[in-house]
């Protein structure tokens, strides 16, 4: 079982930064590929960053790139998404997801509890 802890969310007016931690239990942490999720009053929960396993690559929706940094210090079971030049459109509820692969070739995804940005205009 995995166990992730969102922190950092809070209200923040435009073109402010945040930045956004997710703690995460086991000593396997380095082994998970780590995303950040976000989801809006009355929108489905969406995409918004990946990183892989040592955080050599990362992936960003359309939407956030050159705003939004992704990040992870597997040394503190930590990931971490840095929010620059945030927009009212950026509010929502933010979630941190580890995937972790099994034996038999699939994997589970675990999930924080989120936490809440809002921006402002």
């Known amino acids: 079982q995995v166990q992730l802890v969102e922190s950092g969310g809070g209200f923040v007016q435009a073109g402010g930064s945040l930045r956004l931690a997710c703690t995460a239990s086991?000593?396997?942490?380095?082994?998970?590929?780590m995303g950040w999720f976000r989801q809006a009053p009355g929108k489905e929960r969406e995409f918004v960053a990946t990183?892989?396993?040592?955080?050599?690559?990362?992936t960003y929706v359309d939407s956030v790139k050159g705003r939004f940094t992704i990040s992870r210090d597997n040394a503190k079971n930590t990931l971490y998404l840095q929010m620059n030049n945030l927009k009212p459109e950026d509010t929502a509820v933010y979630y941190c997801?580890?995937?972790?692969?099994?034996?038999?070739?699939?994997?589970?995804?675990?999930w924080g509890q989120g936490t809440q940005v809002t921006v402002s205009s």
């Open positions: 990183i892989s396993r040592t955080g050599g690559t990362t």
């Open positions: 086991g000593r396997t942490f380095s082994n998970y590929n």
């Open positions: 997801k580890a995937e972790v692969t099994t034996v038999w070739g699939g994997s589970s995804n675990y």
